[in-house]
């Protein structure tokens, strides 16, 4: 009929708690794999136990609540760009971005390599190689196919992943002796090694935030869920820990490498344990390649979003995903994955590391500035109670920094600099309209880039505003996903 409106776009499927819990947790840890070198590194099952109680409360937690907070009141695919964007500005969430993008990149680049690790696969270089493209292409696809996918598809492997460990706890009761768990030399400990494994293993809390425009109701989902990923990933880290530590003699410290939960499996279970483990750390890593690509290639449209970066960014498949983030962060993952496992993990704390300290950061300044901003879930703190929150997670931040290699500190160095001209590159082509770009971003509140036109909390309204301009309130998502 002449004059009828078109028929609405058919509502994409949203992400509720439990697949919301699952994504976190393999942003986070999907499972115990990787805390073994925590164990050599400590010297002993002592330093790691101790970290795995007290880091969680001093790093993990402090960085979920603010993960909480801030993605509910800025429920957008943005995430953390948002919140430096409100706070200090668009230069400073563009490097927070990049950084963190390529933070998350060498993240990624870790798992294919670590699957066919814990298969066992001695492969010759060229076919390797071959194996890691043929393996990241098949995950970037199941990635491209939807994020309720990727999130059903998180559920499963979590609890695949954490199912051998149950049987690893039963069998390993009877053989527990207590006293191992404070063993420890402390000549032997390698500080360096301890740090980056701990940090590695309990940061990207954060990370979720990049999904919080996909999520139902997220004002009052994503709280739910980062909780909820809290205690699944303490009690993933610490029972399997507590287990293999306690029934072990001391002496085997020195053997906790990567992968030495398989053998603890075999030593305590048998042979069909240790497989049994092996197969759950090849899926676990499937499941870690999902979330972390997920995230990364969400940030990516909605830093499009807010017209950060190109509008191409911000374009959809017909599943709803960020077609050409995904293959963006695809590219990254191929070309970073053949550096050795220490050199990324080193340069992608310390990145990862610069990032969270301007989270902090914001977090902060939007709690002085602007105390009145929508905030669905709020620490139950007041100001000078946030930033106390803040300081134990910052100096364990600047702790992994300094025992940094001087190499470390140089790259890291270089991928800023780099940042900071990317920045004026995509400004300037943004200024001679080289390339299409989505509304741009609301100056910054300190005027930096101009004289300032509003006060601070009309800027952090702005930036918020504008965010959410596009997206469905909770009630109308609400209604969407169950007219759908």
């Known amino acids: ?158 609890a695949f992943s954490l199912s051998p460990f149950v049987a690893l706890t039963v069998l390993a009761a009877p053989q527990i002796r207590p006293s191992r768990w404070l063993a420890m030399d402390a000549a032997a400990i390698d500080l360096r090694g301890y740090f980056n494994s701990m940090f590695w293993n309990l940061n990207y809390w954060d990370k979720a935030s990049t999904l919080a425009g996909e999520v139902d109701e997220p004002r009052k989902t994503f709280p739910k869920a980062v909780f909820g990923a809290v205690g699944l990933v303490v009690g993933a880290y610490l029972i399997p820990l507590l287990a293999g530590t306690g029934a072990l003699p001391s002496e085997t410290a020195a053997e906790w490498t990567d992968g030495f939960f398989s053998e603890v499996g075999l030593r305590i279970g048998g042979p069909w344990l240790r497989v049994w483990i092996q197969a759950a750390a090849a899926m676990s890593n499937m499941g870690l390649f999902e979330a972390e690509m997920s995230s990364d290639s969400f940030q990516l449209l909605g830093m499009a979003e807010m017209g950060m970066i190109p509008a191409i960014f911000a374009c959809r498949s017909n599943h709803g995903t960020p077609t050409f983030g995904i293959l963006c962060s695809a590219a990254g993952v191929v070309v970073l994955s053949f550096m050795s496992f220490q050199e990324i993990l080193e340069f992608l704390n310390f990145l990862y590391g610069l990032g969270m300290l301007v989270v902090f950061a914001a977090f902060v300044k939007l709690r002085v500035k602007n105390p ?101 309130s909770d009630d109308e998502a609400s209604a969407m996903s169950h007219s759908a």
């Open 1 to 158: 009929m002449a004059g009828s409106p078109p028929a609405p776009a058919p509502a994409r499927p949203r992400l509720t708690v439990l697949p919301l819990i699952a994504l976190i947790f393999y942003d986070v840890s999907g499972g115990p794999f990787g805390i073994e070198d925590s164990v050599r590194a400590g010297s002993g099952a002592l330093l790691p136990i101790l970290g795995f109680l007290l880091l969680p409360i001093l790093w993990s937690l402090p960085e979920a609540l603010v993960t909480a907070e801030l993605a509910s009141a800025f429920p957008t695919n943005a995430g953390y760009v948002a919140w430096v964007s409100a706070a200090f500005g668009p230069a400073a969430a563009f490097l927070v971005g990049f950084t963190k993008w390529i933070s998350g990149s060498l993240d990624n680049a870790l798992y294919p390599v670590l699957f066919l690790d814990y298969l066992h696969l001695s492969l010759p270089p060229p076919s390797r190689s071959l194996a890691v493209v043929a393996l990241t292409a098949g995950l970037t696809y199941l990635n491209y196919r939807g994020l309720h996918l990727v999130g059903l598809s998180a559920l499963v492997l979590t």
């Open 372 to 472: 009145d901003l929508t905030r669905p879930y709020r620490i139950p703190v007041g100001t000078l109670g946030a930033a106390a929150m803040c300081v134990p997670p910052v100096v364990l931040i600047t702790t992994v920094m300094c025992l940094a290699s001087a190499r470390t500190i140089v790259v890291n160095a270089a991928v800023v600099v780099a940042g900071v001209v990317l920045y004026y590159g995509v400004e300037h082509a943004k200024r001679h309209a080289w390339v299409e770009f989505m509304a741009p971003v609301p100056p910054p509140p300190d005027g930096s880039d101009g004289p300032a036109m509003a006060s601070d909390a009309d800027d952090v309204e702005d930036v918020r505003a504008g965010l959410l301009a596009d997206e469905p």
